[in-house]
């Protein structure tokens, strides 16, 4: 059945990590990954994509679906912030430090092996008042269009266009 997920970090580690439900609640929310995170996001095959803290350092990981037992590393670079999972959960896209370039970058990571694609070297992550707008990249629903928001495009502290750029897949 379709399912809820909610990532949590909190300071009471009973209510940390990835939790799962039912969306007709006929069970009660389990949590399935017990570490530091704060976003989650499915892929159409129920797996789980998560940014785990491993020390100082937080990488993405995957939960895989039914039993969510397996937590799988999926990328040997830090990654600072998760944004959104293409609609076939192919490509996570991630603020993260890809060497040898210095300082962050908008990624894609592969969930099925294939080398990370760089989609920004200067976009700001979307930290602060932005925020509040639109998701620095999603995809449409189709999977037939990725979209950039426009609004994090700057090589300043400063806001970039208050556009969204619809780039055909």
């Known amino acids: 059945g379709r399912r809820r997920q909610r990532g949590r970090g909190n300071d009471d580690t009973a209510k940390r990590g990835v939790w799962i439900a039912p969306l007709?609640?006929?069970?009660?929310?389990?949590?399935?990954?017990?570490?530091?995170?704060?976003?989650?996001?499915?892929?159409?095959?129920?797996?789980?994509?998560?940014?785990?803290?491993?020390?100082?350092?937080?990488?993405?990981?995957?939960?895989?679906?039914?039993?969510?037992?397996?937590?799988?590393?999926?990328?040997?670079?830090?990654?600072?912030?998760?944004?959104?999972?293409?609609?076939?959960?192919?490509?996570?896209?991630?603020?993260?430090?890809?060497?040898?370039?210095?300082?962050?970058?908008?990624?894609?990571?592969?969930?099925?092996?294939?080398?990370?694609?760089?989609?920004?070297?200067?976009?700001?992550g979307g930290g602060g008042p932005a925020r509040l707008y639109a998701p620095s990249i999603s995809w449409t629903r189709d999977g037939r269009l990725l979209l950039a928001s426009g609004q994090y495009v700057s090589t300043s502290a400063l806001s970039g266009p208050q556009v969204t750029v619809a780039i055909p897949l």
């Not at 037992?69 to 830090?78: K, P, Q, T, V």
């Not at 099925?112 to 200067?122: N, V």
């Open 24 to 124: 007709d609640k006929s069970a009660a929310p389990r949590r399935v990954f017990k570490g530091e995170t704060d976003r989650a996001f499915f892929d159409p095959a129920g797996n789980i994509y998560f940014a785990a803290n491993e020390g100082k350092a937080r990488y993405l990981h995957r939960l895989r679906a039914p039993d969510y037992i397996a937590d799988e590393r999926l990328s040997d670079n830090a990654v600072f912030y998760v944004f959104s999972i293409s609609p076939d959960g192919a490509w996570v896209v991630a603020l993260t430090v890809q060497p040898p370039n210095p300082g962050s970058q908008q990624m894609a990571l592969s969930t099925r092996g294939l080398p990370p694609r760089l989609l920004c070297s200067f976009c700001s």
